[in-house]
């Protein structure tokens, strides 16, 4: 009985060190969204992230895919599913939005090209870009939903959810990347 007491008093913090660290990563996750935008949003679109979640750099490029992923969902939806407008001026507000999801989507691409090469020495530049290139593809979604101002309908109802589900999760990714130049990231810069 003493030597299994003796070998679990051993084992104990052992096990607790490595029960903390595989938390660490979800405990980032919690702390990173608690001020998002969209908070509840950020963590459940975060927590189920399969990739890398341990440093800011790591929760800023997760939320940048999460992004693109949903707005090349959007696009290749806009594009390929047939969407069609009644009217002229639905179909015209269409044909923009196309457009502009189709921008939003080379913005983050670019963006997430850029968090994935940051070094100290343009850390700063790169910060600017990618911060400029997430405020674009913002405004690139609120300019898609503002096309519809005057058409009524289901296609509008329908394009306002999907482009507005993007555009929370592109706000997070603004907050994320923002977070991560406020902090500078200097430690978590190179790979």
């Given amino acids: 009985m003493k030597i ?3 070998i679990l008093t051993l084992l104990l913090p052992l096990l607790s ?3 903390s660290k595989r938390g660490a990563p979800q405990d980032l996750v919690r702390a990173s969204c608690v001020h998002a935008s969209y908070p509840g949003l950020c963590l459940r679109t975060l927590s189920s992230y399969s990739g890398p979640a341990n440093t ?11 992004s693109l992923t949903r707005a090349r969902k959007v696009s290749s939806y806009l594009t390929s599913a047939g ?5 002229k001026r639905e179909r015209g507000a269409l044909s923009d939005c196309v457009e502009q999801v189709a921008g939003s989507v080379e913005k983050l691409r670019k963006t997430l090209g850029e968090l994935q090469r940051l070094r100290g020495e343009t850390f700063e530049f790169q910060m ?6 997430v405020s674009a593809a913002l405004t690139n979604e609120d300019t898609c939903v503002d096309g519809f101002e005057g058409v009524d ?4 109802s329908d ?4 482009i507005m589900n993007v555009a929370k999760v592109t706000s997070n990714a603004l907050y994320m990347i923002n977070r991560l130049d ?10």
Avoid: C, Y
């Fill in 4 to 6: 299994h007491f003796f």
């Fill in 56 to 66: 800011p750099r790591d929760i800023a490029q997760a939320a940048v895919k999460v």
């Fill in 128 to 133: 600017s870009n990618a911060e400029t290139w």
């Fill in 17 to 19: 060190t490595a029960a």
């Fill in 182 to 191: 406020e902090s500078r990231g200097r430690h978590q810069l190179h790979p």
């Fill in 153 to 156: 309908g289901k296609v509008k």
């Fill in 159 to 162: 394009v306002k959810k999907m």
């Fill in 83 to 87: 969407v069609t407008g009644k009217s």
